[in-house]
Nanobody, 122 residues
Framework: QVQVVESGGGLVQPGGSLRLSCAAH????????MGWYRQAPGKQRELVAT???????NYADAVKGRFTIFRDNAKNTVDLQMSSLKPEDTAVYYC????????????????WGQGTQVTVSS
């Protein structure tokens, strides 16, 4: 069984910074793409940023230049450094990992964390 756990959310003032962390635990053979998504109240979950196992990144237009995604393949972790935060960044942030478990061949399972709340407010 594989678990994905996020941490680092909280309350921050507009213009501030926050770093989210995510770690995948369990019987993992490899992880393909890892990423961060968010869901604001009354809205659909949306992509924030993703990073492949070889380091290729992709960002939503709304966060380009403000957010940076980092990954440590050895530790199965992915972080999201958020800067110049805006009230519209307020959402629950979810980590996603494309996990290939040990013994699963090449079959990948999209594994989600429980989410961490980020609130940007003065």
């Amino acid at each position: 069984q594989v678990q994905v756990v996020e941490s680092g959310g909280g309350l921050v003032q507009p213009g501030g910074s926050l770093r989210l962390s995510c770690a995948a635990h369990g019987n993992i053979f490899k992880i393909n793409t890892m990423g961060w998504y968010r869901q604001a109240p009354g809205k659909q979950r949306e992509l924030v940023a993703t990073i492949t196992s070889w380091g290729r990144t992709n960002y939503a237009d709304a966060v380009k230049g403000r957010f940076t995604i980092f990954r440590d393949n050895a530790k199965n972790t992915v972080d999201l450094q958020m800067s110049s935060l805006k009230p519209e960044d307020t959402a629950v942030y979810y980590c996603n990992a494309g996990v290939v478990p040990v013994g699963a061949g090449d079959r990948e399972y999209a594994t989600w964390g429980q989410g961490t709340q980020v609130t940007v407010s003065s």
